[in-house]
């Protein structure tokens, strides 16, 4: 059973930054591309950022280009999302995905990803 465990939100004044961790088990982290999403209520769900298996490609949403890096570290099944300058436009519920490389290169289209977090709450004031 796969699980993703994100943790690293809170409370920051704009210009900030936070470190977003997603840890996963119950799968072959290496096998698998790794995504973060934002959404807040009444809203749909955002893409932010994704890495390839591997860290074979990086790919970003125009609001987190330049901001915001994504790494991962496959020894320890943990995918991060390093957000710098932090705007109030940024607060929302931040989701980690992953999905398995041998299906179609899911970009950062949510309807893609078949596994999810169960959340870290961003919340940036000014």
């Known amino acids: 059973q796969v699980q993703l465990v994100e943790s690293g939100g809170g409370s920051v004044q704009a210009g900030g930054s936070l470190r977003l961790s997603c840890e996963a088990s119950?799968?072959?982290?290496?096998?698998?591309?790794m995504a973060w999403f934002r959404q807040v209520p009444d809203k749909e769900r955002e893409g932010v950022a994704i890495i390839k298996y591997g860290s074979r490609d990086i790919e970003y949403s125009d609001s987190a280009k330049g901001r915001f890096t994504i790494y991962r570290d496959d020894a320890k099944n943990t995918v991060y999302l390093q957000m710098n300058s932090l705007k109030d436009d940024d607060t929302a519920m931040y989701y980690c995905?992953?999905?398995?490389?041998?299906?179609?290169?899911?970009?950062?289209?949510?309807?893609?990803?078949?596994?999810w977090g169960q959340g870290t709450q961003v919340t940036v004031s000014s």
């Open positions: 119950g799968l072959r982290f290496r096998d698998y591309h």
């Open positions: 995905a992953a999905e398995v490389r041998f299906s179609r290169w899911p970009g950062l289209d949510p309807r893609r990803f078949s596994n």
